[in-house]
């Protein structure tokens, strides 16, 4: 039998449309003649008239023309550019609800990829911020020249177009004040800005980092050569306007790309790294570290991956893509080993410097990948009892997987940045593990992300 086939919308056709729910980045989802449409802006419950603006073959997209029934959660963005910086997507939306929306986006995502039975999922509350604003602690700002005037900001929304951005509410105060002021200080001192279109020019990009816990700062300028005209008025100058900083350095990057670091990095003034405090952990923060964008959230969910993993003492603990060992050192001390892995390996020795700083004795950290090197411990002899994951946003390699089905740890607490991935990795794992409950975190307010843990047990009998 014929299905019939779905009525197809047009480019720029109107309609009107209610929207059932959000979508994982943000946009309203609503139903027209049964063909999905994702509109940027919209909110659940509202009725709108939209215009479609781009026709794929599952789903169409569409823009606002006219709201006809309001959301009461609608709010003003506090941003005045917010719908072109693109940077946020929810600040239309009141944070109560917001932090709704996002526990239901881990609903979405497990109906569509697992075959679990959700109504009997413990699927907590959103842990939220008390002030969800000023919170990011690092911004990487693009520059560019337009009529003579320096600008530095995040292109647009599907755009090529730099938004000069003075003032962002989701980055913390000091770091734009630093943006600011080293803008300053390359257009007074006419220093070449780095043209894409023509690969001429020097600076790229203003990178700057604070430690929130100490309030050292990081200035990072990302350079197409190592030559930097007027470099010691350059340093000179942010010194005297910017007394906080501690740590001034030079990225070179004479790629044409759209990565922001290059591989050499040269101190400027001063160390070169800042120091940032994690409850009673202290980090090196050096130019190219990865380190949690949130710190007063990323205390939240180290202690609930604490929580979970529920540690007597007497466990083996892998810590599987550890980057520079934050989770590992949070659980150290209240287990009998912690070993890690990452593939990156200078993240290994910041791993092994971090753990030695902080008398742990316990911890063994290997460059290379968990799915590589587990197997060869267990044959060894070394089994985990508990296995902590917090992989990128592509989720766990499947040869990982597997790996964690034939190890079978007693309790696996995987900590997700991304829901689709989160859901189709706990099908694979459903085989063998229960899932007991998962805990959303809020790490970006007014953003579509969001971050969870989860705590899978093995099942009896395995």
Known sequence: MKTEAAIKIEPKQTFPLTIKRLGINGEGVGYFKKQVVF???????????????????????????????KSPHRVRPLCPIYEQCGGCQLQHLAYSQQLKEKRDIVIQALERHTKLTLEKLDIRETIGM?????????????????????????????SHQLIDIDQCAVQHPQTTEATAVVKRILQDLHIPIYNEKTWKGIVRTIVTRVGVQTGEL???????????????????????????VKSIVQNINGEKTSLIFGEETVKLAGEDFIQETLGDLQFELSARTFFQLNPAQTLKLYNEVKKAADLTGTEKVLDAYCGVGTIGLWLADQAAEVR???????????AKKNAKRHGFTNTKYVPGKAEEVLPKWVKKGWKPDVVVVDPPRTGLDSQLLQTILQVEPKKLIYVSCNPSTLAKDIQVLSKNYDVKYIQPVDMFPHTSHVECISQLILKKGN
């Open 218 to 244: 990081q200035v990072v300028l990302i350079t197409s050569q190592k030559e930097l005209p007027k470099k010691a008025l350059i340093i000179a100058e942010i010194q005297k306007r910017l007394p906080r």
């Open 39 to 69: 509109v940027p802006g919209a909110l659940p419950g509202e009725e709108v008239v939209v215009e479609a603006t781009k026709i794929h073959s599952k789903y169409a997209e569409a823009r606002i023309k006219k709201i006809r029934i």
């Open 130 to 158: 008390e002030n969800p604003w000023g919170y990011r602690n690092k911004s990487s700002f693009q520059v560019g020249e337009k009529d003579g005037k320096l600008l530095a900001g995040l292109y647009g929304l599907n």
């Open 340 to 350: 890690g892995m990452d593939v990156i390996s200078e993240s290994i020795e910041d």
